[in-house]
């Protein structure tokens, strides 16, 4: 099946394909999201089925809020790991859930916030000199993660050449089915490379089928709540709500990205005010129910621009997929099955997707690199994003490099002067 329209999609946003097409592609939705979402609540000590359940319920809320207009996912946010991780240990559950909620609090003021001030602002300080690099950072900064998925093996944290061979041969026929298939196979080289990555992985003894065989076949998901204790917890406010600005500006980061794949402006239409309370109301309806915090996926927009596939019927078909699976057991304990060294091997090609999506911005709107401004609004984003300089505050609160590199380039494009004196 050949593009047919003008921003190169297969199925635009509102379109719905066949339904063989549909459960294929939000299959390949399921799987992209399935590594990181799991990884989170196995990090923090939270119940893997339920941050499962959460990424779905959160995505159907999301799609809901922003009337079906932007094809997003919701999974596991990294961001709350070490803030989560403390509480979980220190007093449990109750604990977390109100950091979460907190967490989703912040973003409904900050979209009630844009409602009454507009949008209008945006395009003054995310020009395509600062959109460019930071969408570039966004998929490489995630490219020590797929390394390390691809090298080293997570039960003895040392290096295994078994996974750099399986990571590798996932990252080739990715690659081979991308560029020779065509019509419906054309569209899931991702599902396609993961399936044939897993054979490999297989081949090579890095599956363990111990958990699948004694998994039952259908298993509630163990949901906790805020409301098992009645004491409230403000350590747990004070050191997720924060970091709430720092998801916000990423997540800021993910709308440029989908604007310019898809080639809609999501800024305007359904609006900032509305895609940040779908992300707030995701995190809530998380925290009822067990799980972390949520917020919009970078490899399920990679999965989009490699596809061309756009539609918010795909990502709805993913989120709802992701609820059943939470309920069986068996199929769960399967996908978790799927090693690093699979997932690494496509997120070689996902993140490098990601990345080259900012490069096509910078192209596009043909920003010139021989003006100093540009180069010194640039160059501490690229570097500073990808190479994680971070800030990490004594209370546990960790502003990732991808943030301050948000920050600081909106700082710099603000207050550079247009020319420099050397050029005048």
């Given amino acids: 099946m050949e593009e ?46 339920v941050a499962i359940f959460s990424s779905g319920v959160g995505t159907l809320l999301h799609m809901l809020i922003t ?92 290096y295994d050449i078994k996974i750099f061979i399986v990571a590798l041969l996932t990252l080739a026929v990715t690659i081979l089915y991308n560029m020779c298939f065509k019509g419906f196979m054309g569209m899931i080289p991702v599902l396609l490379g993961i399936i044939t990555g897993y054979i490999f992985a297989v081949l090579f003894g890095l599956v363990d089928f111990s958990r699948v065989m004694t998994a039952p076949w259908f298993a509630l998901p163990n949901f906790n709540s805020i409301f098992e204790s009645s004491r409230f917890y403000p350590s747990a406010v004070l050191s997720m709500a924060p970091l709430a600005l720092v998801t916000i500006s990423e997540h800021l980061g993910h709308i440029m990205v989908l604007n310019k794949i898809t080639g809609h402006n999501f800024f305007k239409d359904p609006g900032l005010s509305h895609t940040l309370a779908g992300d707030g109301t995701a995190s809530i309806a998380a925290s009822l129910v067990g799980g972390p915090s949520v917020t919009s996926y970078g490899e399920n927009i990679g999965v989009m621009q490699m596809s061309r596939v756009y539609s918010v019927w795909v990502i709805g078909g993913a989120a709802v997929l992701a609820v059943l699976l939470s309920f069986i057991g068996k199929l769960s304990a399967l996908i978790e099955t799927v090693p690093g060294a699979v997932i690494g091997g496509v997120g070689f090609m996902l993140y490098g997707v990601i990345a080259a999506a900012g490069l096509q911005v910078i192209v596009d709107s043909k920003v010139d ?23 990490q505050l004594s209370n546990g609160l960790d502003f990732s490099g991808v943030a301050l590199a948000t920050v600081i380039g909106i700082l710099l494009n603000l207050i550079l002067p247009k020319v420099a004196a050397s050029e005048k």
Wanted: proline fraction near 7%; hydrophobic fraction near 50%; aromatic fraction near 10%.
């Fill in 4 to 49: 047919k329209h003008a921003n190169g999609a297969i199925y635009d946003l509102y379109e719905r394909p066949p339904f063989p097409a549909l459960f294929g592609l939000s299959l390949q939705h399921l799987f992209s999201m399935f590594g990181a979402t799991v990884l989170v609540p196995l990090l923090v000590g939270l119940n893997p089925g």
């Fill in 369 to 391: 690199y021989s003006k100093k401004r540009n180069l010194m609004v640039a160059a501490p984003i690229l570097v500073i994003g990808i190479g994680n300089f971070h800030l």
């Fill in 67 to 158: 009337r079906g207009k932007i094809p997003a996912y919701m999974g596991s946010s990294f961001a709350f790991i070490i803030p989560m991780g403390s509480l979980m240990k220190a007093f449990g559950y109750p604990a977390v859930g109100q950091g979460v909620l907190s967490v989703g609090v912040v973003y409904l003021i900050v979209a009630l916030i844009v409602a009454k001030a507009g949008s209008a602002w945006i395009d003054r300080i995310f020009p395509a000199s600062v959109v460019g690099p930071i969408v570039m950072v966004i998929g490489l900064s995630l490219a020590s993660t797929a390394a390390q998925n691809a090298t080293i093996n997570s039960a003895t944290s040392k």
